[in-house]
């Protein structure tokens, strides 16, 4: 697959199953997600990975957060259950002259943009998934997240389950969006 296939059929990926991309895989494709533009190279990011029992710790954490009727808590508690891995995106910025935090924020959305191409390319499925709960104390305790990190959300990450799941997006017609600045 090259580069255009890979961005062109990349696709979030809604239903995931097992088996997911061992901890070697997912280091060695982080290696090379870690590519992405990056002005200063401050990799202002770091990654927390989440599988098995630890995504139920993830679940209550999120029944917490929640704090509704007891279908809302369920709901939030098996959220974290939907792949066999989640990959926790944590925002680090970082203090920097030249460097303001919007663009530690840019660099770290690329570097998460390559890492699901990378893993699509690979033949696993993802999604990025937010939520309401992201900076709920009761995550950010269970994630020990010092107060200068943020959450960003979770890739969820497995094999992508036949019936596709796949979130769909119609063509989109970037003609308007481009536009070229007539020299004087
Ligand atoms: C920062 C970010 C947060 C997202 N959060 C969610 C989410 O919470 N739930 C969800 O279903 N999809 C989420 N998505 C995935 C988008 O819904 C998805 O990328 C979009 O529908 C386009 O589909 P595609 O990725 O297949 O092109 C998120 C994507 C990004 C970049």
Redesign the pocket.
């Known amino acids: 697959m090259n580069v255009t296939q890979a961005i062109s059929t990349?696709?979030?990926?809604?239903r995931l199953t097992d088996p997911a991309p061992a901890d070697d895989e997912v280091i060695s494709l982080v290696e090379a997600a870690a590519n992405a533009p990056d002005h200063g190279l401050l990799r202002p990011w770091r990654l927390i990975l989440i599988r098995g029992g630890a995504r139920h710790a993830v679940g209550d954490a999120c029944a917490r957060a929640a704090a509704g009727t007891s279908d809302v808590e369920e709901r939030a508690r098996a959220k974290p259950l939907r792949a066999p891995l989640l990959v926790s995106i944590v925002f680090c910025p970082q203090q920097h002259e030249k460097v303001p935090e919007w663009e530690q924020l840019a660099a770290t959305?690329a570097m998460?943009?390559a890492l699901?191409l990378l893993l699509h390319d690979r033949g696993w499925g993802a999604?990025?998934?937010?939520?309401a709960g992201l900076d709920a104390p009761q995550i950010r305790r269970l994630l020990e997240l010092p107060v200068e990190e943020r959450l960003?959300?979770w890739l969820y990450v497995g094999t992508p389950l036949p019936a596709g799941g796949?979130?769909?997006?119609p063509a989109i017609d970037v003609s308007a969006k481009v536009s070229v600045l007539s020299g004087a």
Do not use: D, M
């Open positions: 990349r696709r979030s990926v809604k959305a998460v943009h699901e999604i990025w998934r937010t939520g960003l959300g796949r979130v769909s997006r």
